[in-house]
């Protein structure tokens, strides 16, 4: 192995270590506890022998779910395992990003600091394991291997292989969370259009046949498991759909799209995504040249179709951000990787160029190098160490008081709540003692999906979080009626006994009343047996 391989590979070995220890650092500040409990929620129901869809429905988050239950059975349900597995995926982004940027001939020490720049804005905003990110990561792989079979002979089996997985890796990033995948797809089939040159069957055969392959996995997995797909339809597609309609009608018009757009774009102080947004303009140029330029054609296409995959990586974190509605610093994980191929893309047009052509891309590989180092530096600064997408102002000092207090399992924890969750963290480790230490199971009426992996029981919640109209029909939805019914049923076949009320309500303003069957239950066989704060615990055990 040569010196410059040995370089390479301590650097690859520096980029991953780097993008772990930053999520380690600032993925165990604070605790979210709608958000932060839904990928732990699943995957301990997964780890105690739930099937999705049979024992438990969710909307989405099924990779992340299943990815982090064999975190839990090595680690046990501990914070550490939880914010590990999200520090191993951004190791992996990062190295994904450096990958992509290379097969566009970016150098590589531009490419080791773009790919650096990505860690910071992929999973440190959230810091744990979360739908989103593991969706954004799977389109990242997919298109990442859509690059490089481009670049391969066409018909080879090292193009064919790549191309099922950019497919493979595409699918999954549909379990994940159908969105960003859906904005993910039109970008994945135009590489596999423009590259897949003769013999194209084979490209596409390849493409076709891994996703179709994966689809009657899962439902032959499934039905083996005994999915209820009736179920799986109304809580995987119907009721997502639907909340995805009203958002789109929040939107409303064009205006209104463009207006949020240009809001999302010139209010988050990133140079980065202001380029990204006008990159557009230069792949148009780019063709422009190609169609006009004499003797250059192919350097043009080149360009053209960097600075056209630039832009699409950036409209898929601009689309995903406007049309979900949540906060943009969990929304724009390509930002630098787009930044790096409109780097690429001068590059590809000075090819054997003159000195003043070198000189002038060298002028803009650097100016693109201080935006990045200065928006990574804002970002961390005012988005990771604050935890604003948490909705949390971090503090040292309600940590180091909160760390004596807390379960052993939360030790890795940074113990921080935003302001809607006024949760003593004495009174939350009283909870947890007295679930763990009272016979019978528990079900819970609150945010707080990480308690029954705390106290050692098992999740009998019908859904992973509670969301009307997105995890729970409304009540004037024919699901409803069964739905409510799975409330009441542990109780009323012996596996639960203690209700627990997370204050008046949950986080999504929902009470016990909205639960007619179990709220019925609670007034009749109810009996408050502790306090916690502000929770209460009732005994619902037989009369």
């Not at 391989?5 to 604070?30: E, I, N």
């Not at 780890?47 to 989405?60: A, I, L």
């Not at 707080?448 to 992996?453: E, K, R, V």
Request: overall charge positive; proline content about 6%; charged content about 15%.
């Amino acid at each position: 192995m040569n010196r410059v391989r040995v370089l390479v590979l301590l650097g690859l070995v520096a980029l991953f270590a780097f993008a772990v220890a930053l999520t380690l650092s600032d993925g165990r500040k604070g605790y979210m506890p709608l958000d932060h409990s839904i990928v732990w929620s699943g995957a301990w129901r997964i780890y105690c022998g739930q099937v999705p869809y049979r024992d438990f429905t969710t909307p989405n988050g099924l990779l992340a779910m299943y990815v982090q239950a064999p975190f839990f059975a090595v680690f046990g349900p501990t914070w550490f395992a939880y914010v590990l597995h999200a520090a191993l995926a951004n190791g992996v982004f990062a190295l994904l990003a450096y990958s992509l940027l290379r097969r566009f001939a970016l150098a590589r020490p531009f490419a080791f600091v773009y790919a650096a720049a990505s860690a910071i804005v992929f999973y440190p905003p959230i810091g744990v394991p979360y739908m989103e990110q593991e969706g954004f990561l799977c389109l990242l792989a997919s298109i990442t291997a859509a690059a490089w079979a481009s670049e391969a002979q066409p018909g080879s089996r090292r193009a064919t292989l790549l191309w099922c997985a950019a497919s493979f890796a595409l699918a999954l990033g549909g379990i994940a969370k159908q969105t960003p995948a859906v904005y993910a797809v039109p970008v994945v089939l135009a590489m596999l259009l423009c590259a897949a040159r003769a013999p194209r069957k084979k490209a596409w055969v390849a493409f076709a046949s891994t996703g179709l392959a994966v689809v009657l996995a899962v439902w032959l997995v499934g039905s083996l498991a005994g999915v209820d797909w009736k179920m799986a339809w109304d809580y995987a597609w119907r009721l997502p759909r639907a909340e995805g309609q009203l958002k789109l009608r929040y939107i409303g018009t064009a205006a209104k799209f463009a207006k949020r757009v240009n809001s999302t774009v010139f209010g988050a102080n990133l140079l980065a995504l202001i380029a990204g947004y006008a990159t557009p303009v230069l792949a148009l140029v780019a063709l422009a040249g190609a169609s006009f330029g004499r003797g250059r054609r192919e350097k043009w296409m080149r360009a053209a179709g960097t600075w056209a995959l630039a832009a699409g990586v950036v409209w898929i974190c601009l689309l995903f951000t406007v049309f979900a509605g949540n906060q943009w610093q969990n929304g724009v994980p390509f930002v630098f990787v787009g930044l790096g191929l409109l780097h690429a893309g001068f590059g590809a047009l000075v090819v054997d160029g003159g000195t003043w052509a070198r000189k002038f891309v060298s002028t803009i590989g650097l100016a693109a190098i201080l935006i990045t180092v200065r928006d990574a530096w804002i970002f961390e600064q005012h988005v990771n160490r604050t935890r604003v997408v948490n909705d949390i102002v971090f503090s040292e000092d309600v940590a180091e008081g909160a760390e004596p207090l807390l379960p052993p399992e939360l030790a890795f924890l940074a113990w921080n709540l935003p302001a809607s969750f006024p949760i003593a963290p004495g009174d939350f480790a009283d909870l947890v003692r007295f679930l763990r230490d009272s016979p019978g199971g528990f079900m819970l009426v609150g945010d707080l999906g990480i308690l029954p992996a705390l106290a050692g029981k098992e999740a009998l919640e019908p859904c992973v979080w509670i969301h009307p109209g997105l995890t729970m029909p409304w009540p004037d939805d024919p699901a409803f009626a069964a739905f409510d019914a799975r409330w009441a049923a542990p109780f009323e076949d012996g596996r639960a006994r203690w209700l627990v009320l997370q204050g008046e309500a949950t986080y999504t303003r929902r009470r016990l009343e909205d639960f007619p069957a179990l709220a019925k239950l609670a007034a009749e066989r109810g009996r408050l047996a502790r306090t916690f704060g502000p929770f209460r615990v009732l005994d619902l055990g037989s009369p």
